[in-house]
């Protein structure tokens, strides 16, 4: 039996191994493309490979602003979440595809502006 876990990953490999990324970029930009590039996979995604050894104090900055490591929100009050880049957020709801194949390799997020105009 296999032990779980609960930390968040540690490098960019831990992110794109757990799942967790989200093909923007970001990585490549900081690291620069000699120590980590985006290329096309085998399921049509761009993910983030290591070129070559990335500093730990590049991987630092990478994990401190990734998407792909973790996503925290506020707590929830009353009059909805707060947040000073996206204003007042009334409601998150989640859905995904019941069609398996749909579900598992169609993966988008996306954000309907005109359900949280007040
Ligand atoms: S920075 Fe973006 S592309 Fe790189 S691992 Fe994180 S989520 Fe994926």
Redesign the pocket.
């Known amino acids: 039996m296999t032990a779980k876990t609960n930390r968040y990953p540690r490098d ?1 490999a831990e ?2 191994t757990a799942g967790l ?7 490549e930009s900081i690291a620069g493309s000699d120590r980590i590039k ?1 290329t096309l996979n085998v399921n049509g995604f761009m993910r ?1 490979g290591v070129v070559s050894r990335v500093d730990d104090d590049v991987n630092r900055t ?1 994990m401190r602003v ?3 490591r973790g996503v925290a929100g506020p707590e929830a009050s009353p009059d909805g979440y707060g947040n000073d880049r996206w204003g007042p957020i009334r409601e998150l709801m989640r859905s995904w595809s019941a069609e398996p194949q749909v579900r598992h390799h169609g993966a988008a997020g996306s954000f309907q502006p005109g359900s949280a105009a007040p």
Request: charged share 0%; glycine share 12%.
């Open positions: 960019v992110v794109v990324c989200t093909s923007c970029g970001l990585c985006m983030p990478i990734i998407p792909g």
